[in-house]
Structure formats: structure tokens, C-alpha cells
Antibody, heavy 123, light 107 residues
Framework: EVQLLESGGGLVQPGGSLRLSCAAS????????MSWVRQAPGKGLEWVSA????????YYADSVKGRFTISRDNSKNTLYLQMNSLRAEDTAVYYC????????????????WGQGTLVTVSS | DIQLTQSPSFLSASVGDRVTITCRAS??????LAWYQQKPGKAPKLLIY???TLQSGVPSRFSGSGSGTEFTLTISSLQPEDFATYYC?????????FGQGTKLEIK
């Protein structure tokens, strides 16, 4: 059974940093692209970032480019999102999701999602 | 970036009704479209990919169609568990953005 478990969310001040983790199990983690998607309170879904199975290719939404860094440790079956220079508008539930065998957009169907972790940016 | 516009944004229907949600893309995306269902406080769930391919385990009352710029998600006979918010996502090119969502409520 595929399982994705996010952690690391919490309250952070504007300008601060936070690192999210997503522990994966039930599939060959290194063979699949992974993605982060966020949802601000009461709002819709926003794609944030994606990474290839090897970790060699990464993609970002313009809204987070230069501030967020996606990475993965395939030896630990764990996906990460390092978030720096956080802003109030980054407040959201952050979901990790499993993509396809390639990180091309056309393979990024998100077939399994974690339960999400809440990040609140406020002073 | 490709923009997706869903209509309607809100839909009120009864158990047993047939409902259709439309997703329009700002430029052609072939059949690179997925549909997700999200219930309050829960993660999204993949329903359909490649515009019309039903994800394993999803009831056959859900169906998708379309290509190019116009797509539809149809629920043939609404069940109580179908009342949720539905999102389309384009997968033609980065960024793989979502539509704004359609909230399906009980009439």
C-alpha cells in the first residue's frame, strides 16, 4: 500500500525558514517523480514543485522560485521542501504527491497524496 | 502559463442526478488533463487522467471526455459520497496548474 506522510509544518514568522519532509512507503521511491502541491485556507489547489526520481531535474512555480528548494533522499525514501524567505501568502496545507515514472509534465499525474501538513506564516 | 477555467464554480444537485462539470484550457492541451475529487479536510483523490481514463478503483459512474481546450467530467448518477469539490489539472506543460474548483453540494 502506497503511503505518504508529511511532517515539518508549523508556525513561522515572515522571512523565516521551514523544511517539510514526506516519508514514502509501498512503492519504489527512486523510480517516481514527486511533487508538492499547496492549498491556502479556503482556496484551491496550487502546484508548487516537482522533482525527478533521480533528483537531477527540478521544477518550480514562479511564486516560489528562488525561495523554495525541492530535494529527495532515495536512500531514506524521503522527499523534502526547504522553504526560505517565507511570506504570509505561503500559508497553506502542503501536500506531497506521487507522480509518474518521468518528471515531464505529461507524466505528472498525481495518483497518491499525503494527508498534508499546515504551514502558517504570521508574526 | 496555461489557464484552466472550470464551470460552474458551484453546483447544487440531488442524489441520482446526472451532473457535468466543464474545464476549459486557455490553449490546446491535447488529452493531458486529470480530474481530482477533494472532500473537506482530506487530500485530493485522482479520478481520471488522460482526459478519459478512469483511475483504478474509481466507480464507473465517473467519466471524462474532451480534448484540445474543452473537457468534461460527468457523474452519471450522484451518490451521497460524491458531494465534494472537483479540480481539473493540465499536464501538457509546466507549470501543471489546476482549475479553480467546482463545489458540488446537496440540493
Amino acid at each position: 500500500e502506497v503511503q505518504l506522510l508529511e511532517s515539518g509544518g508549523g508556525l513561522v514568522q515572515p522571512g523565516g525558514s521551514l523544511r517539510l519532509s514526506c516519508a514514502a512507503s509501498g512503492f519504489t521511491f527512486s523510480s517516481y517523480a514527486m511533487s508538492w502541491v499547496r492549498q491556502a485556507p479556503g482556496k484551491g489547489l496550487e502546484w508548487v514543485s516537482a522533482i525527478s526520481g533521480s533528483g537531477g531535474s527540478t521544477y518550480y512555480a514562479d511564486s516560489v522560485k528562488g525561495r523554495f528548494t525541492i530535494s529527495r533522499d532515495n536512500s531514506k525514501n524521503t522527499l523534502y521542501l526547504q522553504m526560505n524567505s517565507l511570506r504570509a501568502e505561503d500559508t497553506a496545507v502542503y501536500y506531497c504527491a506521487k507522480g509518474g515514472s518521468s518528471v515531464t509534465a505529461r507524466s505528472l499525474v498525481l495518483d497518491y497524496w499525503g494527508q498534508g501538513t499546515l504551514v502558517t506564516v504570521s508574526s | 502559463d496555461i489557464q484552466l477555467t472550470q464551470s460552474p464554480s458551484f453546483l447544487s444537485a440531488s442524489v441520482g442526478d446526472r451532473v457535468t462539470i466543464t474545464c476549459r484550457a486557455s490553449q490546446g492541451i491535447s488529452s493531458y488533463l486529470a480530474w481530482y475529487q477533494q472532500k473537506p479536510g482530506k487530500a485530493p483523490k485522482l479520478l481520471i487522467y488522460a482526459a478519459s481514463t478512469l483511475q483504478s478503483g474509481v466507480p464507473s459512474r465517473f467519466s471524462g471526455s474532451g480534448s484540445g481546450t474543452e473537457f468534461t467530467l460527468t457523474i452519471s448518477s450522484l451518490q451521497p459520497e460524491d458531494f465534494a469539490t472537483y479540480y481539473c489539472q493540465q499536464l501538457n506543460s509546466y507549470p501543471p496548474g489546476f482549475g479553480q474548483g467546482t463545489k458540488l453540494e446537496i440540493k
